[in-house]
C-alpha cells in the first residue's frame, strides 16, 4: 500500500490484463508513483491463489502514463502465453518526474529496468493508442513539443522500427486498423465531438471516410457533430464499427461505415441492452474477430456488455453482462482485457466507497470472482460516504445532475453540515463514484471531518450526451457559472441537511478557473475557497498551453484577437479582486497544462 498526496493509504489498481493464468496489474501507489505485477492466479479447492510478483517498481523520476485518460493505454504485454519466459517483454509509457512527456519503454517481463523503444519519441508528448500482440505492433501518437503538430505512428515493437502514418494539427490519431495492418484509419478532432475519419493514401494525401476537414469548410455553414468514439474495422476487413451521434441518438450509437461507400454511416442495431438511466455510449472495444466489449456510462456508473457483430444484419447482439450487475454495479470500470486462450474476462472496477478491485471473470457467465482485497488502511468501509442523488433543475429548466456525500451516521454528527461545494476539472469531464480518481479520496476525508460535499455536473460535463457537453464551447464562465450559482441560491438552501452560510467552493483545473469565478464574482456565497491550478488569466493561459493544445482552445474558447472582449469579460483577472473569503491556492511545479507562473501570477496580485 502507498498514500496519496490526501493522506488515504490505499494500492490504486488502474489496470489489469489477463494472459491464460497471469494477471498483470498497475497500481498506483505513493504520490502518483506506480509499481507494475504479475500475479498467478490459480484456483485449489475453489479458492483463488493470488500471488503478486515485482516487474517494476516506480520511483521519483518515473511516472506511468495513468488510465485515468481513457482514451490512452498506459501498458501492453506481449506475446500471449503461460506466465514465465513466453512473455518476453511489456511495454510502458512513462514520463520523468511528471512533465507528462510520456514514452514508450520496454521491460522484459521478468523484470528490469525501461529501455526506451525508438528515439524518435524524446522530447514529445506520446500516447500508446493500442497493440496487436501477436503481430507485435503497437500504434501511437505523439505530440511535438515546439509546434502545433502530432503525428500518428506505428511500431514494431519487436525491431523498435516506427512508421509515421501522418500528421495533423488537429489529431492524425489511429483509431482502426485491418486485421492485417495494410490499412489504417486516422481521425482528426477540432473541438470535442467534431472529427473527421480518413485513411493515409500513401502519397502524403488522404482518403476522407466521414466528415469535411476544417479547412475545407465553408464559413459560416452548420457541420454536423460525429461524436465517434470506439472504432474497429471489421474482421471481413470491409469497414469500420464505430460509435457515434449521427444516427440521431445524441448519447450515441453504433454505426457501420463501408470502406467502399465513403460518407454514409449505416445504423447498428443493439439487442440485449439491460440498463436503464441517463448516459452515454462509451466506448467500443474488441475482444476477439467481431466479438467486442461495449460499454455505457449510466447516470456516472459503468456498464459493459460482452457483444457479438453481425456484418449482414448490422446488428450487435448481448451475449453477457460484464459490469453492471451484482458486484460490479454502481461504479466504474478502469481497465477490462480479454484472453482468447482461456476465454476469461480480467477488470479493474472501483465505487466512491471501494478502492479498485481486480476480477476475473470465467466464461461459463458465473459473476465475477475478486482477486484482492484494496481498502482505504485504518478505516472502517462504514464510515465513508456513498453519496445520494441530488439532481436538480437549473435556472433555465435544463437538468443538472449531481451527487451529495453526507458524513455517514455512525460518525456522530450532528445538524446541518458545512458545505464543501466541489467543482471538477475538464470542463468536459465527469464526477463519478470513482475512489481512483483524485476528488473521491478528498471527498472522504472532507465526510470524515463532518463536512457535506456538494458535487455537480454541470453543463458542459461528459456522460449526459454531446449536446450537453457541448454547451460550455464558447461560454467559460457563463451559463455554467449560472448553475452553480442556482445550486447555492435556489437549491442547497432548501436542504436541511445542509448549512450553506458555512459553504467553501473547491475546484482543480478547470474547477480551479470556476472556483475563482465564483469566488470573486459572487463572494457572498462563501467563506473559503481553495483553488487547485486553476486558469487565472485566460490570455496567459491561452498563450501558455502546449502548442499541440492551442488549435483546440482557440476553437473552444476564442480567438485571443478576434474574441478578445469575450475572453476579457470570462477571465477569473479581471474579477479577482471580487474575493473576500481567504483563498487557498494549490499548484504543480511541473504542471504543463496550467502552469506554476499561472497560479504565481494570481498569488503576486492578490498580496
Not at 494525401?205 to 469548410?217: N, Q, S
Not at 477569473?572 to 507562473?597: F, S
Amino acid at each position: 500500500p502507498g498514500e496519496d498526496a490526501l493522506g488515504v493509504e490505499h494500492r490504486r489498481v488502474i489496470d489489469a490484463e489477463l494472459v491464460r493464468d497471469c494477471l498483470r496489474d498497475l497500481p498506483r501507489v505513493a504520490r502518483n508513483h506506480c509499481n507494475l505485477y504479475a500475479e498467478s492466479v490459480k484456483s485449489t479447492h475453489g479458492l483463488a491463489r493470488f500471488v503478486p510478483n515485482p516487474v517494476f517498481e516506480g520511483n521519483r523520476a518515473l511516472h506511468l502514463s495513468s488510465l485515468e485518460k481513457i482514451e490512452n493505454r498506459c501498458t501492453a504485454l506481449f506475446p500471449p502465453g503461460n506466465c514465465g519466459a513466453e512473455l518476453d517483454r511489456i511495454v510502458l509509457m512513462i514520463d520523468s518526474d511528471g512533465d507528462e512527456n510520456y514514452q514508450p519503454l520496454m521491460i522484459p517481463l521478468a523484470g528490469g529496468f525501461p529501455e526506451p523503444l525508438d528515439a524518435s519519441f524524446e522530447g514529445r508528448r506520446s500516447h500508446l493508442i493500442d497493440v496487436d500482440a501477436a503481430a507485435r505492433i503497437g500504434y501511437f501518437a505523439a505530440e511535438s513539443r515546439e509546434e502545433a503538430m502530432i503525428f500518428g505512428l506505428r511500431a514494431d515493437l519487436e525491431t523498435g522500427e516506427v512508421v509515421e502514418l501522418g500528421r495533423s494539427p488537429y489529431g492524425a490519431f489511429p483509431v482502426a486498423w485491418s486485421p492485417d495492418h495494410s490499412r489504417v484509419v486516422l481521425t482528426d478532432g477540432y473541438t470535442v465531438g467534431d472529427d473527421v475519419l480518413y485513411e493515409p493514401d500513401g502519397e502524403g494525401g488522404r482518403r476522407i471516410l466521414y466528415g469535411t476537414p476544417i479547412d475545407e469548410r465553408e464559413e459560416g455553414r452548420e457541420y454536423p457533430l460525429s461524436g465517434f468514439r470506439g472504432s474497429h474495422v471489421v474482421s471481413s476487413g470491409s469497414g469500420i464499427l464505430i460509435g457515434t451521434t449521427l444516427l440521431g441518438d445524441d448519447s450515441g450509437s453504433p454505426g457501420f461505415i463501408a470502406f467502399d461507400r465513403p460518407g454514409e454511416i449505416e445504423p447498428v442495431a443493439i439487442e440485449g441492452l439491460v440498463h436503464e438511466g441517463v448516459g452515454e455510449l462509451e466506448d467500443i472495444k474488441r475482444l476477439e474477430g467481431d466479438r467486442f466489449a461495449t460499454i455505457y456510462n449510466i447516470d456516472g456508473c459503468s456498464w459493459a456488455y460482452d457483444t457479438r457483430f453481425d456484418e449482414g444484419t448490422r446488428t450487435l447482439a448481448v451475449d453477457r453482462v460484464l459490469v453492471g450487475e451484482g458486484d460490479l454495479a454502481g461504479g466504474v470500470l478502469h481497465g477490462l482485457d480479454y484472453d482468447e486462450a482461456s476465454g476469461r474476462f480480467a477488470l479493474s472496477f472501483c465505487t466512491a466507497t471501494m478502492p479498485t478491485q481486480l476480477y476475473v471473470l470465467e466464461p461459463d457467465g458465473a459473476p465475477g470472482a475478486r482477486r484482492t482485497r484494496e481498502r482505504a488502511l485504518g478505516l472502517d468501509p462504514s464510515l465513508l460516504s456513498a453519496g445520494e442523488d441530488a439532481s436538480y433543475e437549473s435556472h433555465d429548466g435544463l437538468r443538472v445532475s449531481a451527487r451529495l456525500y453526507l458524513p455517514a451516521e455512525a460518525l456522530g454528527f450532528e445538524g446541518p453540515r458545512p458545505l464543501v461545494y466541489y467543482v471538477h476539472g475538464g470542463p468536459q469531464s465527469q464526477e463519478r463514484p470513482n475512489f481512483a480518481w483524485f476528488s473521491m479520496p478528498l471527498i472522504q476525508i472532507l465526510t470524515l471531518e463532518g463536512f457535506a460535499v456538494f458535487v455537480p455536473n454541470a453543463r458542459g460535463s461528459s456522460g449526459y450526451g454531446l449536446s450537453y457537453m457541448k454547451r460550455v464551447d464558447h461560454d467559460w464562465g457563463g451559463l455554467d457559472r449560472l448553475d452553480h450559482v442556482h445550486a447555492m441560491t435556489e437549491i442547497l438552501p432548501k436542504d436541511d441537511l445542509v448549512d450553506t452560510t458555512r459553504a467553501g467552493v473547491v475546484g482543480r483545473s478547470y474547477g480551479g478557473y470556476m472556483t475563482l469565478m465564483l469566488s470573486s464574482r459572487h463572494p457572498d456565497l462563501w467563506r473559503a475557497a481553495v483553488d487547485m491550478f486553476g486558469p487565472y488569466d485566460l490570455f496567459t493561459f491561452l498563450e501558455r498551453i502546449p502548442p499541440t493544445w492551442k488549435p483546440f482552445f482557440e476553437l473552444s474558447i476564442g480567438n485571443v484577437v478576434r474574441d478578445r472582449e469575450d475572453i476579457l469579460e470570462r477571465s477569473p483577472r479581471t474579477h479577482i479582486h471580487g474575493i473576500t473569503a481567504p483563498l487557498l491556492v494549490i499548484q504543480g511545479r511541473n504542471d504543463p497544462r496550467v502552469v506554476e507562473q499561472e497560479s504565481h501570477d494570481l498569488v503576486e496580485e492578490l498580496r
